[in-house]
Nanobody, 119 residues
Framework: VQLQASGGGLVRAGGSLRLSCAAS????????MGWLRQAPGKEREFVAAIDWGGTTTSYGDSVKGRFTISRDNAKNTLYLQMNSLKPEDTAVYFC?????????????WGQGTLVNVSS
């Protein structure tokens, strides 16, 4: 499956952004989807994941209550709504897909989109 993330940019602390990830090549609804991020000099961090049907979600502790993951299987698209952004959210965000689980690893990755949160 091919993944194309978009929607990153520069935003002030407290602001919001919505990331999108367009999937192609395989049946989107067959994959668990997720978002991970990596800041300069830091390890890859799990952000959020969502199951095949969109009914079960999970979040990293640092984003709980601020970020919301969702998917539209009819549009083959994954989303990440990010609210109350903080400077420490600055990172390259990657969408990922796997038949069974997305955490800090996954079978398929997109190219990443940069989110830069200024203080």
């Amino acid at each position: 499956v091919q993944l194309q993330a978009s929607g990153g940019g520069l935003v002030r602390a407290g602001g919001s952004l919505r990331l999108s990830c367009a999937a192609s090549g395989r049946t989107f609804s067959h994959y668990v989807m997720g978002w991970l991020r990596q800041a300069p000099g830091k390890e890859r961090e799990f952000v959020a994941a969502i199951d095949w049907g969109g009914t079960t979600t999970s979040y990293g502790d640092s984003v709980k209550g601020r970020f919301t993951i969702s998917r539209d299987n009819a549009k083959n698209t994954l989303y990440l709504q990010m609210n109350s952004l903080k400077p420490e959210d600055t990172a390259v965000y990657f969408c990922a897909a796997d038949r069974f689980r997305v955490y800090t690893t996954a079978a398929y990755w997109g190219q990443g989109t940069l989110v830069n949160v200024s203080s």
